[in-house]
């Protein structure tokens, strides 16, 4: 099961939207409704972000937003702040067999 | 509040085998449809998911290092151990735990460094 490809980098002024692309294939991201994100700061607890290609969990910004359209998810992260400047992780259920697959990791920088 | 933490060595030999324990609290792994992940980051790499074990004790592997892999849970203890046999320097990376089949919470991570 290969890694899901995610841009290497993506950067936008604060209040910018920025969208950042997860594509996989149609035995996860295309299969199933259960794509996650995750934001990571150096340093710290890997913090969930999106769930379910497009819940928020309590506590998440409303400009953080998800979506997918076949084999790609992306997350939106609209009015851009300096303390998004982070690494993005996507993740996709896979089945039962591989479970899990994550991106390839895109990092967020703030201009 | 849900909190995880892992703990182990800092620094194995190539061919030792690791053993990560994941101390968490605020939940508990008997309850039906609660699961502990354990997911690893090499150094300026992506994250890997690696094994997670269910309340009823079903226990799941990456493919591709299924061989190597054991994952326990303790549940009076509120612990879940992995181990990972036959270490190799590519192994070395940081070693997250995480609550849920969605990885809601994660503990902070240690690193884990293979090394002669």
């Known amino acids: 099961q290969s890694a899901l490809t995610q841009p290497r980098s993506v950067s936008g002024s604060p209040g910018q939207s920025v969208a950042i692309s997860c594509t996989g294939t149609s035995s996860d991201v295309g299969a199933y409704n259960y794509v996650s994100w995750y934001q990571l700061h150096p340093g710290t607890a890997p913090k969930l972000m999106i769930y379910d290609v497009n819940k928020r969990p309590s506590g998440v910004p409303d400009r953080f937003s998800g979506s997918k359209s076949a084999n790609t998810a992306s997350l939106t992260i609209s009015g851009l702040q300096t303390e998004d400047e982070a690494d993005y992780y996507c993740c996709s259920y896979a089945g039962n067999y591989t479970l899990y697959v994550f991106g390839t990791g895109t990092k967020v920088t703030v201009l | 509040q849900i909190t995880l933490k892992e703990s182990g060595p800092t620094l194995v030999k190539p061919t030792q085998t690791l053993t990560l324990t994941c101390t968490f609290s605020?939940?508990?792994?008997?309850?039906?449809?609660?699961?502990v992940g354990w997911i690893r980051q090499p150094p300026g790499k992506a994250l890997e998911w690696l094994a997670l074990i269910y309340w009823d004790d079903d226990r799941r592997y990456s493919p591709s290092l299924k061989t190597r892999l054991t994952i326990t849970k303790d549940t009076s203890k509120k612990q879940v151990v992995l181990t990972m046999t036959n270490m190799d320097p590519v192994d070395t990376a940081t070693y997250y735990c995480?609550?849920?089949?969605?990885?809601?919470?994660w503990g902070q991570g240690t690193l884990v460094t293979v090394s002669s």
């Open positions: 605020g939940f508990s792994l008997s309850t039906s449809g609660v699961a």
């Open positions: 995480a609550h849920g089949r969605g990885f809601d919470f």
